[in-house]
């Protein structure tokens, strides 16, 4: 049934790449938000446990972009998951954000066994009924929860995950994937890690290019679109030359052996 709702169903237009918003907060988030949009960001990646969609409605509304012209993302956290918090949740971050709707919305994490089916009721209906969300997605699942997912709905619409070179997903993905769900990665840059590997620095050098924009290169060549975070305008802007390079088959296969066992910079 999923293969044939996705036949169906439009694709998700998420941009390439994003602006991730973890561990921005008070006038930091702000500014970095305008400085995102400025430069082209129309991606914007927040959640409630950020503490910053006060900062990043502010700044979206002080951009001047039109609300239709910007993809914004949030996600809920798992204390909010009970029918008795989620509406209340989810209202509480529209009004922060200062808008009617998000573009996709997100479950932080697995919810509890006995969670599945209300909190899945309660995440469609903001998407079919209540018109609060376009997409609905999840984040941080594993195989044996996006399995009892998809047992609850068969039109889950992205599933966000930490991803980069030193972390190989493939068989998650392939998962994900199957269910007809686009990739999101987040910590793409491995916090910082991979811009320093040798490889990726080798390779930066073949395409006269920055060791980033390599590595975003290579993720949304795999057709992943991509969230990164940065306070600083100039990585926000070196972060975009991604659209300047290509990758040989040789420098893709050289990123895909980066990966290490354990290669998750989370755990």
Known sequence: ??????????????????????????????????DALELGYRHIDTADI???????????????????????????????????????????????????YVDLLLLHWPPEASEYKSVFELLCAARDYRRQTRYIGVSNFDNQTLKQAVKQTDSIDCHQIELHPYYDRSALIQVSESYGMKINA??????????DDPIIQEIAIQTESSPAAVALRWMIDRGYSVSTTSSKRFHLQENLTYRDIKLSDKQRKRIDKMARPNGSVLD
């Open 1 to 34: 049934m999923a293969e044939e709702n996705e036949a169906e169903k439009p694709k998700m237009p998420i941009p390439e790449l994003g602006f991730g918003t973890y561990g921005l907060e008070g006038d930091a988030a702000i500014q970095a938000t305008l």
């Open 50 to 100: 950020y503490n910053n969609e006060v900062e990043i409605g502010k700044a979206i509304v002080d951009s001047g972009i039109p609300r239709e012209d910007i993809f914004i993302t949030t996600k809920i956290w798992p204390s909010n998951y009970a029918e008795s918090k989620f509406p209340e949740a989810l209202e509480s971050a529209l009004h922060y954000l200062q808008t009617s």
């Open 186 to 195: 987040y910590c793409a840059l491995a916090g910082g890690k991979v811009i």
